[in-house]
């Protein structure tokens, strides 16, 4: 089964621009999607697919995929953008998902 | 718009089966080409994905669960449900149930969940 990765952790100053990224061999084949989780909260979509933002969900936030890499990227980080972020995708070889282990995103 | 809310016992004692639902308000499960989600999250990680099941009950399952896990739908009652046979205390987690749609862009697929329930903490101990 196809795994995803991602940097367990990320730091940006406010205001600046940050990327998140998710490698794994399905990203070849399929777009992720990412979502974003709060302590205490269920995780929320951001991005889905080559770039779709669900309404309600900052401009600030894009997605984009080359080769075995999707990556989220936040233009103009806020204090509320911190939190984890996880990348999902369908398995290369069958019908499953799976996540990438998420990134913790700290805003200084 | 459609929300999803799960409910169950919130303690499951060890070698016991944990079944937890969770029900679609606000729109019919049976309508509009979703799938049916159930992830998991152990205390202080990652999501994990269980499984998930479509209306007509075809189901695909986590390979690391499957030899204990049954998702089932009732269409009549606009729930789908969770059963996880002989748990141990690796199984406490909060569980969430959310859907997505196949979806298509330039070629290629995509499995957006865009709508979760607020989750619910199972505890397993004696």
């Known amino acids: 089964s196809s795994e995803l990765t991602q940097d367990p952790a990320v730091s940006v100053a406010l205001g600046q621009t940050v990327r998140i990224t998710c490698q794994g061999d399905?990203?070849?084949?399929?777009?992720a999607s990412w979502y974003q989780q709060k302590p205490g909260q269920a995780p929320v979509l951001v991005i889905s697919?080559?770039?779709n933002r669900p309404s309600g969900i900052p401009d600030r936030f894009s997605g984009s995929s080359s080769g075995n890499t999707a990556s989220l990227t936040i233009t103009g980080a806020q204090a509320e953008d911190e939190a984890d972020y996880y990348c999902?995708?369908?398995?290369?070889?069958?019908?499953?998902?799976?996540f990438g282990g998420g990134t913790k995103l700290t805003v200084l | 718009q459609v929300q999803l809310q799960e409910s169950g016992p919130g303690l499951v004692k060890p070698s016991q089966t944990l079944s937890l639902t969770c029900t679609v308000s606000?729109?019919?499960?049976?309508?509009?080409?979703?799938?049916w989600n159930w992830i998991r999250q152990h205390p202080g990680k990652g999501l994990e994905w269980i499984g998930y099941?479509?209306?007509?009950?075809?189901?695909y399952y986590n390979p690391s669960l499957k030899s204990r896990l049954s998702i089932s739908v009732d269409t009549s009652k606009n729930h789908f449900s969770l059963k996880l046979s002989s748990v141990t205390a690796a199984d406490t987690a909060v569980y969430y149930c959310?859907?997505?749609?196949?979806?298509?862009?330039?070629?290629?697929?995509?499995?957006?969940?865009?709508?979760w329930g607020q989750g619910t903490t199972v505890t397993v101990s004696s």
């Open positions: 959310a859907r997505f749609k196949q979806q298509l862009q330039d070629t290629r697929y995509y499995y957006a969940m865009d709508v």
């Open positions: 606000g729109g019919s499960i049976s309508s509009g080409g979703y799938y």
């Open positions: 099941i479509y209306h007509s009950g075809s189901t």
């Open positions: 399905s990203l070849r084949n399929y777009y």
């Open positions: 697919g080559k770039n």
């Open positions: 999902n995708c369908r398995d290369n070889s069958d019908n499953h998902l799976v």
